[in-house]
């Protein structure tokens, strides 16, 4: 790998981590109530997991400079969807919460010329099925 990709790698996980920071919170300011940031389990990494009105909510987070190739959201495919709802069913059988799930997504444009923007879908996507 050369110096510039590890330059490279290390400013988008930068990125990263001060787009999660802020929909933190985003949603710290909503109401939610932050359980965990970053869990992680062999199936992958649920960037957060949030309480609100007795709702579990498991939030990926997408974050980028602009919008000019597409919004943050554009890019939680279908396999990411799927690797979330894995790591989402691992955290419940650890957990033993019995509460209503859902899987939320925000999108945050951290652009050095502007403020922070971030766009936050509620059931951003869900699949109950074989629960």
């Known amino acids: 790998m050369s110096v510039q990709t590890k330059g490279a790698d290390r400013l988008r996980k930068a990125r990263g981590e001060a787009g999660e920071a802020q929909a933190r919170r985003y ?3 909503k109401g939610y109530r932050i359980l965990a ?4 389990c062999k199936e992958g990494e649920i960037d957060i997991i949030a309480e609100k009105d007795d709702v579990l909510v498991f939030v990926e987070v997408r974050t980028r400079r602009h919008s000019v190739h597409g919004s943050p959201l554009d890019t939680i495919t279908g396999p990411k969807q799927r690797q979330v709802l894995k790591a989402a069913r691992r955290y419940l059988e650890g957990s033993h919460r019995e ?4 899987f ?9 010329d502007h403020p922070p923007h971030l766009t936050h879908i509620q059931a951003a996507f869900d699949d109950f099925q074989g629960w």
């Open 37 to 40: 940031k970053n869990w992680r």
């Open 99 to 102: 509460m209503a799930v859902r």
């Open 27 to 29: 949603l710290e300011s």
């Open 104 to 112: 939320d997504a925000i999108g945050v444009e951290l652009s050095p």
